[in-house]
């Protein structure tokens, strides 16, 4: 009885042990540099570089768009050799990533042009066309000791759309102001805060073109676009330009024929003393992935989560392999 | 019956400052955010919402969210707490409490945002989330408060010949009141906070001012905003107080 006992004992005891251990190796496997370093098929991009031993924080804010870009960075730096700690891709808020940044507390993020401008240095007056939001950012953030790399043709700015239940007969925005001149009870909007008090949001649109919507309703973000589809609160809603629903639900953006929304191109931002010590390197790489993105291919991207629910990691794998930054 | 005496005028103007001392308290609070904000120079973003008349539609906004969702839980709570501790009713009380329970569990803001996509946005759905959400404290308090009622003097009552529903009115009612207003009192500054939070539905308030400055980075709109519903939340628990001391039955 006593030895059948013990060896039960010993048995349970052994199994709790590979159970621990299990889950050991569970949670150290998840991260570490990606693969071995092998050079077999060296096309990619990334294989071309080499920051073998250095130690990169990468972080991003919370919404699809940014952690798709934040861990399309985390790969491509670990592909290129890097240590990468992505634990502040997915911060909520801009400040908080903002201020990570700032504080050393990671290295590196994709900001936006327009966002820099307007909510980060505080400027209230509004510029003209990509490259002036980006100059602009990038000589008066220097002096916060930040690096704007080159930016992509990705515009994440404010768009008016009128959505698929509401027929307004409208293409652009001057359209729209027409009408709602005409016929006021028409031209009634659903938009969050955010662009409500912003003067490169309702305040300036309105003015810009020259009309008032007759009623103006103010929710969260995604009850606005959601109250805009149903289209009984309110005919136009606020959207943004890369956001996923406006393919899959069939939006009628309004087309912004005057220009006036500021541009918000997406840009990595890099600490100065964290750049300069390999800013050739960071240059090609974010670079690469520059080029390929747009507001299309975001588009697309930003869906392939909101729809189908892959995971961030593997969307961005995914896309820097078929495009050749990281090999496979 | 003892009269004013002398010696009791010094304690009595003792209380009556007493009563002096939270409005005073607010009212310097609020003079010295709007001295402070007098000196901002306010760009285009918080001028948007820092301006008399944007301020002033917020505060009565907010004033109403909590006024009429106060006005319904007590209209509703009270009823039904009476009713569930009347000896018939036993077994309905764990449903119902449940019921009350979960409304204050969840948290408010997904009450009031699943009650907007479900039934609607705006003022009217806002301020039926915020009755749910201030459900409990007042049914728990109507219900506690009557069973705290010492039975031998409901039975002193049935002796002296009251019907049941005299022994409510005047015995049991009367001496539930101090309960049952602690209950309204918490119940009103939980929606004086819970109540920022419809601004996201389309039904205005101070978390106009609040959100503003939350998603364009101007902590001079949070600060405001928060102080201007704080300050909000001790005026309306200040008022509560006093008609407490007001209703509360002689003698007790």
Known sequence: MQRHARSTHALSRSLALAAVLALLMAACGGGGPAGDGGKEGGDAVADTIDLSGVNIAVGSKEFTEQQIVGQMARLALEAAGARVDGQAIGLTGTQNVRGALQQGRIDMYWEYTGTGWIEILQQDELLEGSDAYYQRVKEADAANGVVWLRPSEVNNTYALFVGPNVDLGVQTISDLAALARENPDRATLCAATEFIVRPDGLGGVTKAYNFEFSQVNELALDLAINAAIQGQRCTVGEIFQTDPQISKKNLNVLEDDQGFFPVYNLAMTIRRDAYEQHAEAYDTLFGAITDLLDNETMIELNGRREFEGESFDDIARDFLVSRGIISG | ?252
């Open chain 2, 1 to 252: 019956m003892t009269m004013a005496t002398h010696s009791d005028r010094p304690a009595m103007a003792f209380r009556l400052g007493r009563y002096f001392l939270m409005p005073a308290f607010i009212a310097a609070v609020c003079a010295s955010l709007f001295v402070y904000l007098s000196q901002q120079e306010p760009d285009r973003i918080v001028a948007q919402r820092l301006n008399f008349d944007s301020i002033v539609d917020s505060t009565l906004r907010h004033l109403y969210l909590v006024g009429v969702s106060t006005v319904l839980v007590i209209a509703i709570a009270v009823p039904l707490g009476i009713l569930l501790t009347r000896p018939f009713a036993r077994t309905l009380t764990p449903p119902f409490v449940t019921v009350a329970n979960t409304g204050q569990a969840v948290p408010s803001f997904g009450v009031i945002v699943l009650f907007a996509l479900t039934l609607g946005f705006g003022v009217r759905y806002a301020i039926a989330a915020l009755t749910i959400y201030a459900f409990l404290p007042v049914l728990r308090n109507t219900m506690v408060g009557l069973q705290q009622v010492d039975p031998s003097v409901i039975e002193a009552g049935r002796g002296m010949g009251m019907s049941k529903r005299a022994v409510l009115a005047k015995i049991e009612l009367p001496l539930a009141v101090p309960v049952v207003l602690a209950g309204v009192r918490t119940a009103l500054v939980l929606n004086v906070g819970t109540a920022t939070i419809v601004t996201l539905t389309d039904a205005g308030g101070l978390g106009d001012i609040i959100n503003a400055g939350l998603v364009t980075n101007r902590t001079l709109l949070v600060v405001t905003g928060g102080v201007l519903t704080a300050a909000l939340a001790l005026l309306v628990d200040y008022i509560a107080a006093i008609a407490e001391n007001v209703l509360r039955p002689r003698g007790l």
